[in-house]
């Protein structure tokens, strides 16, 4: 049985996936390039930096590392909805785009609800 870190750690995993399949499928214009490997970047980040966080050395580390997970997942949103804006008339973009949108701000709410918690813990 997977424990809650391990099932975070694989949506992580679906969320990169995802992000790189809805890039595979756009035309190879300049800005679909520029949007996908930023998107790429973003969305491979929070997984790995979760994976920093959790076998951080301290609860500071912890804390900063998931920090950085909600900034990327931030930033993932921001290239899928530039995406979604310059290929939306593509079937299937505007909706996978909003699925990978609404998985993002559920990151961010985890990330953050997890980032305060550790820090009153820390006494902060």
């Known amino acids: 049985m997977k424990t809650t870190s391990e099932e975070l750690y694989e949506r ?11 890039v595979k499928k756009l035309p190879k214009t300049t800005y679909n390039i520029e949007y996908g490997s930023q998107l790429i970047r973003s969305s491979g980040s929070p997984g790995a ?3 920093e966080a959790v076998e951080g050395s301290s609860r500071k580390d912890f ?7 909600r900034k990327e997942s931030k930033e993932s949103i ?8 310059a290929n939306g008339q593509i079937v299937g973009v505007a909706e996978e785009a909003d699925e ?10 985890i990330f953050t609800s997890s980032i ?8 902060k």
């Open 116 to 123: 305060l918690t550790s820090q009153k813990n820390l006494g």
């Open 12 to 22: 992580l995993l679906d969320f990169a996936k995802k992000s790189l399949e809805l």
């Open 78 to 85: 921001h290239w899928l909805r530039l995406i979604k804006y």
């Open 49 to 51: 930096n979760y994976i």
């Open 63 to 69: 804390i900063h590392r998931l920090k950085i997970c």
């Open 100 to 109: 990978l949108i609404r998985e993002a701000g559920e990151f961010i709410k």
